[in-house]
């Protein structure tokens, strides 16, 4: 078992990759617990799940709103608990994000754990602290920043996770070996079987490589004030193309990556070689579903992203596999690079 650190100035939050979950009780307090899951977690693991109140909400981003955050706020009222209560989340991003964003308002903030059940989470939405809601289209515009005391992932849980649900995990995972490991990278160029077999020690060492370079990022900008803008690689355009076309957020980001690195090796800062190299990677495991959407749905679409400041927008680009850099550039050149993909596809 792995243990990781994220350490900031005002909490300290460690991420337990390779611990199996079944032992999750002994890191919670004796009383006020509450687990906070999905119908389909709860299905396959509710018999396992440690004795408390448990709330379930409807899988995927719908539940992602604030009137769900309100109405699972008003059954902790009604099991009665306080500001010594406790949240443990057990499940992918979704219940991550919305678990950690309730702990952070339930009377002020009490106190939560995650068990990570999905790839996706595990690579990347439980570590970092980020949680939030959706408000009508624009993700993620409702939220805080506070770290979970601790994150389970038990990569044997990966064992029940639909294929696409695993892809969609799969292109966080290279994310992060393109923005700053490449020795990831090679890892994932020369094990897609294994990967593909859902290999326990494979994945264990790939989840903690990528919780490794996040806590790293997040240690250093927790508020994302420079460096942790990195972790948005893809992001721009996969948000908008997550919203328009409803698909999974990983294959959305994949799509994402794809126009970034074709972006970064038009202005000269990759080289083909690299650039096919990514893109092949995102081919091979089937991430890029071509769900391009129009330049009007794009420009209305990056213009209530959250990240744009003015008519700008922090654009992270790749410099190479294993590097990231972020450019302040303006919603039109984006737009326009846009355009310009799209005329040669
Ligand atoms: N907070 C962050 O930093 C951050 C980072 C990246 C993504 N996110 C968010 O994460 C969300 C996506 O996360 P996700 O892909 O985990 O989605 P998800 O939570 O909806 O899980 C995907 C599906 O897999 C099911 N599932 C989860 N674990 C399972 C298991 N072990 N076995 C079988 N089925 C299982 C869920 O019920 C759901 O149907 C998005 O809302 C995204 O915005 C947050």
Same mark, same amino acid.
């Given at each position: 078992m792995e243990k990781i650190?994220?350490?900031?100035?005002?909490?300290?939050?460690? &991420?337990?990759? #390779?611990?199996?979950?079944?032992?999750?009780?002994?890191l919670l307090p004796e009383a006020g617990v509450v687990i906070?899951?999905?119908?389909?977690?709860?299905?396959?693991y509710g018999d396992s799940f440690p004795d408390v109140p448990v709330l379930s909400v409807t899988p995927g981003e719908v539940s992602k709103k604030l009137s769900v955050v309100e109405s699972l706020a008003a059954k902790l009222m009604e099991n009665g608990i306080d500001r010594s209560g406790f949240i443990l989340a &057990?499940?992918? #991003?979704?219940?991550?994000d919305i678990a950690g964003f309730l702990a952070a308002v339930y009377m002020r903030g009490i106190r939560c754990g995650f068990v990570s059940t999905s790839l996706l989470s595990q690579v990347d939405a439980s570590t970092g602290g980020k949680n939030g809601v959706n408000l009508g289209s624009t993700k993620n515009m409702i939220g805080t920043i506070r770290q979970p005391e601790f994150v389970v992932c038990d990569p044997s849980m990966l064992s029940t996770l639909p294929d696409d649900e695993f892809l969609s995990g799969l292109s966080e995972l290279i994310k992060t070996a393109v923005i700053g490991d490449k020795d990831l990278f090679e890892i994932i160029e020369n094990s897609r079987k294994e990967i593909l077999e859902r290999d326990s020690d494979m994945l264990t060492m790939l989840i903690?490589?990528?919780?490794?370079?996040?806590s790293r990022v997040v240690t250093e900008d927790e508020k994302e004030t420079g460096l942790r803008r990195i972790l948005?690689?893809?992001h721009t355009f996969g948000h908008a193309i997550e919203l328009q076309r409803g698909i999974k957020h990983?294959?959305?980001?994949?799509?994402?990556?794809?126009?970034?690195?074709?972006?970064?090796?038009e202005i000269g800062l990759i080289s083909s070689?690299?650039?096919?190299?990514?893109?092949?990677?995102?081919?091979?495991f089937n991430l890029l579903e071509q769900q391009y959407i129009t330049e009007s749905e794009m420009e209305k679409l990056i213009v209530h992203d959250k990240k744009k400041t003015g008519a700008s927008i922090h654009f992270v680009f790749t410099e190479g596999i294993g590097k990231a850099t972020v450019k302040k550039i303006t919603v039109s050149d984006i737009l326009?690079?846009?355009?310009?993909?799209?005329?040669?596809?």
């Open positions: 650190f994220i350490n900031t100035p005002y909490t300290k939050s460690e &991420i337990l990759v #390779g611990q199996s979950w079944d032992s999750v009780s002994e906070l899951t999905d119908d389909n977690v709860l299905k396959l &057990i499940g992918g #991003g979704v219940v991550c903690t490589q990528a919780v490794s370079f996040k948005n690689f893809g990983g294959f959305a980001v994949a799509s994402g990556m794809e126009l970034a690195t074709e972006f970064s090796c070689d690299e650039k096919n190299r990514i893109i092949s990677v995102l081919n091979y326009d690079f846009y355009k310009r993909f799209r005329q040669k596809r």
